[in-house]
């Protein structure tokens, strides 16, 4: 499994994986279906082809499959059909409809879900979803340079970053698969680095106007401050998810202070840490 993938679409994967029995207790239950039923269920050559699809596509969202995504639908939509023919020829429930419907919007929530793991916003089409990194929200100016008959630089603002790529708030006119070289300041350490564009967008209600950059390799010291930065923005993000509201606003303020003045630890070589 990827590392950073959440922990529900590491459930949700498990759980399609393991397809056979969990569907048949979810419809049991939810229809009342008796037993007799259920074992003509399980003896019903559908109903074992619909669970090969369910477990394949539980098994690509484990691995992280592009494939997955689509078999996923599929598979749901003959959910859908097979609860509809379940309900109206073996359900002894008193609220059949209720009891399909409650199945129906149980699905379309886990699509819904899914759907707001796999995609990538800033990157589509070029940085596949199984392959990007964790995104951290952040404002920063940026330096961009463009390279040409002559050098043209230009100055933006990082809206948020991770260790693959960043979307910049751009006024300039840069070019899809244009490269160029990046430089930012965070937390008083300048990282300098090469990407290329792969995304524009101009300004709407979702995005303001701007491009997706992708990194195109650090080097090595480089590298190493970005991880460092990284991990710094990780650690305000988890902050603000988990206490924001739990705690004053004067001592967030404060927990936020501190967090963003402590010394950045960064990586020296393979093994170790040092103070920066």
């Not at 109903?47 to 078999?71: D, T």
């Not at 916003?121 to 404002?139: A, C, D, G, M, Q």
Request: aromatic share 12%.
């Amino acid at each position: 499994m990827k590392r950073y993938t959440s922990r529900f679409l590491k459930t949700l994967a498990a759980s399609y994986m393991a397809f056979p029995a969990i569907y048949l207790i979810f419809v049991a239950l939810l229809f009342d279906i008796p037993l007799k039923a259920c074992v003509g269920l399980l003896l019903s050559p559908s109903y074992w082809l619909l669970s090969l699809m369910a477990i394949a596509s539980g098994w690509g969202l484990w691995e992280m499959k592009r494939w997955s995504w689509y078999v996923f639908l599929v598979a749901n939509a003959f959910v859908i059909y097979g609860n509809a023919y379940l309900v109206s020829s073996a359900g002894e429930t008193n609220h059949k409809v209720l009891a399909f419907l409650l199945s129906v919007a149980c699905i379309l929530g886990l699509i819904y879900r899914v759907a707001r793991e796999v995609r990538v916003p800033y990157f589509l089409p070029k940085i596949r979803w199984w392959e990007s990194n964790p995104r951290y929200k952040t404002v920063a100016p940026v330096r961009l340079k463009r390279t040409g008959n002559a050098v043209q630089e230009c100055e933006g603002e990082i809206l948020d970053i991770s260790m693959g790529g960043c979307f910049v708030k751009l006024r300039s006119e840069l070019h899809m698969d244009e490269p160029v070289s990046v430089t930012f300041d965070l937390f008083g350490l300048t990282i300098e680095t090469l990407g290329i564009v792969v995304w524009r967008t101009q300004s709407t209600v979702t995005h303001p106007k701007g491009i997706g950059i992708k990194f195109s390799g650090f080097p090595r010291n480089q590298k190493r401050l970005m991880r460092a930065v990284c991990g710094r923005l990780r650690k305000i993000a988890i902050l603000y998810r988990t206490s924001r509201y739990l705690m004053s606003p004067d001592e967030f303020n404060r927990r936020l202070t501190e967090l963003q003045r402590e010394p950045l630890r960064i990586r020296r070589g393979e093994e170790g840490e040092r103070t920066a």
